[in-house]
């Protein structure tokens, strides 16, 4: 059974910055892409990274370049999400999955930045 766990969301200042992790399990890690989302209650879910199976190749959605930043560590079936110069915007339930095919979504950690 394909499932995700994400963790290390939590409350923090405009331009602080955090660190999310996500477990992955249920199928070979290495050999898939994997992908942060996120949905804000505003706003649909978002794409916010990407990631090739060996970590070389790396894709960021425009509202995060230069701030965040994917990285995997296939060894421990991980994913991660370093988040720097947090903004209000940034508040959501961040998500990881395979960027394909379409797994259903894991609990999600939450992110809120305020003041």
């Known amino acids: 059974q394909v499932q995700f766990v994400e963790s290390g969301g939590g409350l923090v200042q405009p331009g602080g910055s955090l660190r999310l992790s996500c477990i992955a399990s249920?199928?070979?890690?290495?050999?898939?892409?994997m992908s942060w989302y996120r949905r804000s209650p505003r706003k649909e879910v978002e794409l916010v990274a990407d990631?090739?199976?060996?970590?070389?190749?790396?894709n960021y959605a425009d509202f995060v370049k230069g701030r965040f930043t994917i990285s995997r560590d296939n060894a421990k079936n991980t994913v991660f999400l370093q988040m720097n110069a947090l903004q209000l915007e940034d508040t959501a339930e961040y998500y990881c999955?395979?960027?394909?095919?379409?797994?259903?979504w894991g609990p999600g950690t939450q992110v809120t930045v305020s003041l």
């Open positions: 999955k395979r960027r394909f095919p379409n797994d259903a």
């Open positions: 249920g199928f070979p890690f290495g050999k898939y892409a």
């Open positions: 990631i090739n199976g060996s970590g070389e190749s790396t």
